[in-house]
């Protein structure tokens, strides 16, 4: 069985939704301290809903293939789906990652999770409250 699928090859090579939105709404940066790698994710969020996702990655083809299969997802959902959305999912999505590469995934998740946080935190009033989740 070839090491990685067709999926995360497709992703790595045409990788979906790469850049910079300039007036971004959440911006989100993560790195791995092992490997070096680095993601950064930059959401537009309208009424509850993130109408535009890019992102920026400095890494190996895994976390390549990840940021662009989780720009995938969340993109147009609401932003209550993608705060749950983990980098298992990200991985199924692509078919499976190697064991050995499921950190490239989580980079993924964190990165999305941190720019959410900077969009609450520039938009106390958008936060779900405890008692509405
Ligand atoms: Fe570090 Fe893939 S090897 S993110």
Redesign the pocket.
């Known amino acids: 069985m070839a090491l990685y699928s067709e999926k995360v090859m497709d992703h790595f090579r045409n990788p979906r939704n790469v850049g910079v939105i300039e007036d971004a709404d959440g911006v989100g940066e993560v790195g ?1 301290a ?4 680095i ?1 950064k994710m930059y959401l537009k969020i309208d009424d509850g809903t993130i109408t535009d996702v890019k992102f920026e990655t400095f ?2 083809g ?2 390549i293939a990840s940021s662009s299969m989780a720009t995938e997802l969340i993109k147009g959902k609401p932003v209550t789906e993608a705060m749950t959305l983990t980098n298992k999912a990200v991985a199924e999505a692509l078919d499976g990652l190697p064991d050995y ?1 499921m ?2 995934s989580v ?1 993924a998740e964190e990165a999305i999770q941190n720019a959410l946080e900077d969009y609450y935190t520039k938009n106390p009033d958008q936060r779900p409250q405890k008692n509405e989740e």
């Open positions: 791995n092992k490997c070096g790698d993601m890494g190996c895994s976390a590469k950190h490239c980079l």
